[in-house]
């Protein structure tokens, strides 16, 4: 029996944080000086220059007039990192300092990551995701394009969460399977329709290993709690360096680039495709997502066999303040096959818009 699907995005975890002194950032509000003096790498990471010395305060000063010292700026983080991180390889003979961009780039993501560490321990009190994990059922899942662990403290608190949880775990461990034939994805195929918990842009919880020829290049590990956002010294499959396991925000997210992210964006594309109702909260659909949208197509307009027409969505479920816009909504609509439904799915499915995530939880009529 097919169950709902969540799809939630910054803006899930903006909402969630919108109270807290500093609140989860959307795409266009990582550079203020409140976030940056609160969260650059400072004591535990000495390597990191002080944020006025560093080669992306440079960078942003320069390159996008956007001195954050002297005023917050209204930049996009995936802009600014497909900039530092696909310019010196486009352009490497128009760009004489490259180190300059490479660092940036270290220190971005570090950045990044530092913010979704400390932050986690601020934020006690979490409505939306606390919604979702009393209710969530174990036919129900979750995909989520969120680096953070905001969610993951809601959902550890509740037993009927635990195979969700259990089966982000599971889909990181490929031992026993040659490195060079992974036939891990049958395996997992047998999982297919239990409940799945797919962090499509990996997660600050989670490391890999930088050798391409080891098994965690490809697959990362979980990080133990107290690890969580500072990567281990050393791989514990083969000993080498490692980093924490994020797909940058960047033009140039792909799923290709290692197997187990190969692996959930096919279990994610069958989850759309399976789900009874699909709710999506916070996520915008940006451009820079394009296997996403990729993915989403195929998820709801790929031919199945006649033998799965049982497996009928009934609901779509919008919940973003963007849903006034009609051109960002009829773009929803193309991708989800909403515009078309009756040729592409023989039947009616309800298309609900909310505006808000507390009108949505306040008419869901549930706990």
């Known amino acids: 029996m097919p169950g709902k699907l969540f799809i939630l995005g910054a803006g899930a975890s903006h909402n969630d944080t919108k109270n807290a002194e500093f609140p989860a950032p959307l795409a266009n509000h990582f550079f203020t000086k409140s976030l940056v003096d609160e969260y650059w790498p400072k004591y535990e990471q000495p390597y990191i220059p002080k944020f006025q010395d560093s080669a992306l305060y440079s960078i942003l000063k320069h390159y996008f007039n956007a001195d954050i010292l002297s005023q917050d700026v209204d930049v996009n983080v995936e802009e600014v990192y497909s900039f530092i991180d696909s310019g010196p390889k486009v352009f490497s003979s128009s760009i004489r300092y490259k180190q300059l961009f490479w660092s940036a780039r270290q220190e971005l993501l570090h950045y990044i990551v530092n913010l979704f560490t400390l932050s986690l321990e601020i934020h006690n009190t979490l409505p939306l995701y606390n919604f979702i994990s009393k209710n969530i059922t174990d036919i129900d899942s979750i995909l989520t394009f969120n680096w953070d662990c905001y969610l993951e403290t809601e959902l550890e ?39 799945q918990f797919i962090k499509i842009h990996g997660s600050i919880d989670s490391a890999i290993c930088k050798d391409p020829l080891c098994i965690h290049y490809h697959y990362p590990f979980k990080l133990d709690p107290f690890e969580t956002g500072i990567a281990p010294t050393s791989c514990p499959a083969c000993a080498g360096s490692t980093e924490i396991f994020i797909v940058p925000p960047h033009i140039n997210k792909s799923y290709e680039i290692r197997r187990y992210l190969s692996l959930l964006a096919r279990i994610a594309s069958e989850k759309i495709y399976t789900a009874s109702e699909i709710i999506i909260i916070g996520y915008s659909f940006p451009p820079f997502d394009l ?77």
């Open 291 to 367: 296997l996403a949208n990729i993915m989403f197509r195929i998820g709801r307009l790929e031919q199945h066999e006649s033998g799965d027409l049982e497996l009928h969505l009934k609901n779509i479920t919008l919940v973003d303040p963007l849903v006034d816009n009609e051109g960002w909504v009829n773009k929803i609509r193309n991708l989800m096959g909403l515009d078309r439904q009756k040729t592409s799915f023989g039947h009616e499915i309800k298309f609900e818009k909310f505006h808000s995530i507390e009108k949505y939880i306040s008419d869901s009529g549930t706990e």
């Open 157 to 195: 608190k509740y037993k009927n969460c635990k195979n969700l949880l259990l089966s982000r775990k599971k889909s990181m461990i490929p031992y026993g399977f040659s490195s060079s034939k992974l036939n891990y994805d049958d395996v997992y195929q047998d999982r297919l329709h239990g409940p």
